[in-house]
């Protein structure tokens, strides 16, 4: 067997196997049994290649060499006996990243949320009361968008790897956490904008003062 012109491979050189996280070479393809299985990876929904179609860039992605179409001696992952330790480490690292950076955007959202209901001046103000009141009501959005997105990472990846713990390593784990990384990031930004409306309910005050409003 050699390149396959129809899609998914589309008659590129390098396929990888989102399942193992190993590339292959199709003009290198070994077919017997238990070797490449590039069909099988194909049927399976789990091929993809990359652009530019070069072996450097699988690597980038993370892909490391089958040991059947580069030979073992190219291979930095042991075929019998499971991971090597450098991609335990690795894992092991990521998800512990996963929980502190979990940690703190919910340590942020917090503190945001507390500082958030502490601003209770808003009668005193006439006038710019409706301004102060809107934009807590946009801060108080703001910080809820940003816990439900940190809900569904606890939910939906943290819960799942560390209490029920889900092995990893499937095309499902992926995009969990692709997902997770998302919802991370939504939730920051989304906690940055509520911190953003309290400075400025803060910066409304000072004016005032300044004004000689207050
Ligand atoms: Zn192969």
């Not at 399942?19 to 194909?42: F, Y």
């Not at 450097?56 to 042991?78: I, L, S």
Request: contains cysteine; proline residues 3%; hydrophobic residues 45%.
């Amino acid at each position: 067997m050699a390149r396959r012109p129809g899609p998914p491979t589309c008659g590129k050189r390098f396929v990888g196997n989102t399942n193992t996280d190993e590339v292959h070479d199709l003009d290198n393809e070994k077919t017997g049994a238990n070797e490449c299985q590039i069909d099988e990876i194909i049927g399976a929904g789990l091929a993809v290649t990359f652009s530019p179609d070069t072996l450097a860039e699988a690597h980038r992605q993370g892909y490391d060499n089958c040991a059947y179409c580069f030979m073992r001696v190219k291979t930095t992952r042991v075929r019998e006996g499971g991971e090597n330790t450098t991609h335990l480490y690795s894992s092991l690292l990521s998800r512990f990243v996963s929980v502190w950076l979990w940690s703190i955007v919910f340590g942020g959202l917090t503190g945001t949320i507390f500082s958030l209901f502490s601003f209770r001046q808003y009668e005193r103000w006439g006038l710019l009361t409706s301004l102060l009141v809107l934009l807590f009501t946009l801060g108080i959005l703001a910080a809820l968008v940003s816990g439900a997105f940190l809900f569904r990472g606890l939910s939906g990846y943290l819960i799942p790897r560390f209490v029920m713990l889900v092995s990893p390593g499937s095309q499902d784990d992926k995009k969990a956490r692709f997902r997770f990384a998302d919802d991370l990031r939504m939730a920051f930004l989304m906690m940055l904008v509520a911190a953003l409306v309290r400075m400025c309910m803060n910066l409304s005050e000072l004016i005032l003062v300044a004004l000689g409003f207050y």
